[in-house]
């Protein structure tokens, strides 16, 4: 695992912007107590080194016509294959698809799947994800409540020192 190397001050900018992506820079430089232009070069510097990836609106999906969400564990026929980069591909093109995950367990893929309704998601199902013939097994599980999502990273570790 790459060493991350934020100074407290890092820490304090990236986690304020996760908290309100929106604060100028000089609210952002009075959070964590630095003055507007070394403020401004450690937030391009922190984005410019990969740690910040961007910045976007997070949007209330029912409120979209997005209020279906199901999670999807995938089993594949193969890994280490051109149709397993196929497969890959596929699902990232797919819309509905908003994360997928390669894993470890009893799945190999894990997706989350968003569409307006059930009707929406069989047609996703049985149109798209079950017409790649790599695909061996899907289970699904819809979401009844959504109580956490998009959470900040939790960046307590990068301060402490950690046992060996």
């Known amino acids: 695992m790459p060493k991350c190397e934020l100074d407290p001050i890092d820490r304090r900018i990236v986690t304020e912007l996760q908290g309100n992506a929106r604060l100028s820079n000089i609210e952002l430089a009075e959070k964590v107590g630095l003055s507007p232009s070394p ?7 922190l984005e410019r080194d990969g740690y910040i990836e961007g910045y976007r609106a997070s949007l209330r999906r029912s ?23 196929r497969f890959e591909q596929a699902v990232v093109e797919m819309p509905e698809v908003v994360a997928c995950h390669l894993v470890s ?44 999502s998009g959470a900040p990273l939790p960046l307590a570790h990068l301060g402490a020192a950690r046992p060996r």
């Open 39 to 45: 403020c401004l070069r450690r937030v391009k510097r």
């Open 63 to 85: 409120r979209i016509g997005l209020g279906f969400s199901a999670f999807l564990a995938v089993k594949i026929n193969g890994h280490a294959n051109e149709d397993a980069l």
């Open 105 to 148: 367990g009893e799945a190999d893929y894990f997706l989350e799947v968003v569409v307006p309704e059930l009707e929406d998601y069989q047609r996703f199902l049985v149109g798209k994800l079950l017409n790649l013939p790599i695909v061996r097994e899907v289970r699904s599980n819809i979401a009844i409540q959504t109580l956490k």
